[in-house]
């Protein structure tokens, strides 16, 4: 009996010993670029929002302009570039800046042609959207239409960028922030699938009630369905970045935020085939 426990306890060792073979292991978030909207961390200098993010291991955000004014020279940019990759970071679009006249145009576009941008956030006055569309055509950089929802302000959801654009092949699409849709009363899921074409970026936010009086939420805990918008972005195969965008709590938003982030990939691997 002594012998036959010696020989079993060998025969584990030796195969504990053996290398195991490791297994790729893949998740339905490695689909879509995960990012934060930088009017999350309004209240926070560069260097701590860009610890939350590689903290949370969060890759792209939006650069608001109180990091890097519209002012920036190249050499400022580049600097700021080079922060952000210390923090394994990317400033992956600029915006939303508002834009009112021709000069408030030139300055943005001249802005984004210094930092290397190919698209950036723009909220531009009604009457100026020609000259956007020139600008763009000007120097290729499109321009990603910030939605504002039911509360007054210019372009309260999609169908506005798509009537008053009308052709998605001018280089103007929409940012479409998907709380914001949902306070408007419209059904995300089927927005996105039928407005698919124009969609050149998102803010994804939970909202506690499908109306004006709707606020942001952490993600999971509001009303918005989740598993629809997410099946809704694989079917039209987005490709963009999905910025969390966390209004709620300005002085302490990095919780809400990090939880948002986690709910978030958990829903994308929920709906991964």
């Known amino acids: 009996m002594k012998k036959i426990v ?20 893949r998740h339905g978030s490695d689909d879509f670029k995960i ?3 930088g009017y999350s961390y309004r209240k926070f200098s560069l260097d701590q929002t860009l610890q939350f993010l590689k903290d949370m291991g969060v890759k792209y955000f939006s650069v608001k302009d109180w990091w890097l004014p519209l002012d920036s020279t190249k050499e400022q940019m580049d600097a700021f570039k080079a922060k952000c990759a210390s923090y ?48 763009v055509k000007e120097t290729g950089i499109k321009v990603a239409i910030h939605t504002h929802g039911p509360d007054g302000a210019a372009f309260p959801d999609i169908r506005t960028v798509v009537e008053l654009v ?5 280089g103007v699409g929409c940012c479409m922030d998907l709380g914001h ?12 699938r039928k407005y698919g074409k124009w969609i050149y970026d998102i803010h994804i936010k939970d909202e506690t ?22 099946k809704a972005l694989r079917k039209i195969k987005y ?23 986690g709910y978030l990939r958990g829903i994308f691997d929920a709906t991964a085939k």
Not at 108 to 134: C, N, S, W
Not at 240 to 251: A, L, T, Y
């Open 209 to 230: 009630a499908p109306s004006k009086a709707g606020q942001t939420w952490e993600m999971g805990r509001g009303m918005m369905d989740f598993k629809a918008i997410v």
């Open 35 to 37: 990012g934060v909207a």
């Open 88 to 135: 394994g970071v990317e400033g992956y679009i600029l915006g939303p800046i508002y834009m009112k006249s021709k000069a408030d145009a030139d300055r943005t576009f001249a802005y984004a042609q210094r930092y290397g941008a190919k698209m950036f956030i723009g909220v531009p006055d009604y009457e100026l959207l020609p000259y956007v569309i020139q600008k």
């Open 181 to 192: 849709t949902f306070r408007s009363g419209y059904d995300v899921a089927k927005d996105i």
């Open 166 to 170: 009308k052709d998605p092949s001018l």
């Open 239 to 261: 490709q963009g970045v999905i910025s969390v965008e966390f209004e709620k709590n300005g002085d302490n938003p990095h919780p809400g935020v990090a939880e948002s982030i």
């Open 6 to 25: 010696r020989i079993l306890t060998v025969a584990f060792l030796l195969a504990s010993a053996l290398p195991v073979q490791a297994q790729e292991v």
